[in-house]
């Protein structure tokens, strides 16, 4: 088992949490976000890797003959693929709507929203 697609995944969280705690625009904000949610592809994918598996399909294979990987992370994948674009298209509406609102996208000078 090797480490080195979970310190990938850690480097891109952190480069993301990285960017976004010095942005000083929503639009990077955005996506800097996104970075640190494509952290978690990587780690997906580094989970349900396996040396040497094949498509979990049955069809050719006899059972246990060859590992197989595992198709539950796959649909996570996916699931997160469909969550992340989601979330992005949501927050990027929103921070027009602040622009339009407010006429900046700085969050220094969004001073009506602090409580």
Not at 23 to 39: D, F, T
Not at 100 to 106: F, L, S
């Amino acid at each position: 088992m090797s480490l080195l697609p979970y310190l990938v995944a850690a480097w891109i969280f952190l480069v993301g949490v990285y960017g976004l705690a010095t942005s000083k625009n929503l639009i990077h904000a955005v996506g800097c976000l996104s970075v640190c949610q494509s952290s978690t592809y990587v780690l997906l994918l580094a989970v349900g890797y396996r040396e040497g598996g094949t498509a979990p399909v049955f069809s050719d294979l006899k059972p246990g003959s060859r590992p197989l990987v595992d198709p539950i992370v796959q649909a996570l994948s996916l699931t997160d693929v469909v969550v992340g674009a989601t979330l992005t298209a949501l927050l990027l509406a929103l921070v027009i709507q602040i622009d339009k609102r407010h006429g900046t996208v700085d969050p220094d000078h969004l001073s009506e929203l602090r409580g």
